[in-house]
């Protein structure tokens, strides 16, 4: 696989990551890299998204949201990486689940 070819990944961020603008920041931050999928909110106080686009795209979106925004905490990333469906036209916020 090279780093132009689709990829898709999904994640869920554990730690203070709820209440601290951290949807905002993966959608700033994927729309800057020119991926598509979403992002939400989960009961158990993680985050979800969804994203897919290039490999290396995708990569820095990884490095930025193990960062996170100033006033988050992320303790975990769990990602399960897969191959890009094509199904999304835009990166988006999504309802809590």
Do not use: C
């Amino acid at each position: 696989m090279t780093d132009s070819e689709q990829s898709r990944i999904h994640a869920i961020v554990e730690g203070r990551v709820q209440g601290v603008g951290f949807r905002a920041f993966v959608i700033d931050k994927a729309d800057y890299l020119g991926l598509t999928g979403w992002v939400r909110n989960r009961w158990d106080g993680t985050v979800e998204f969804v994203a897919e686009g290039e490999r290396a795209a995708l990569e820095r979106l990884l490095s930025a949201v193990r960062k996170g925004p100033p006033a988050s905490f992320v303790s975990g990333v769990k990602t399960d990486w897969g191959t890009a469906s094509g199904e999304f036209t835009r990166f988006n916020a999504r309802s809590t689940v």
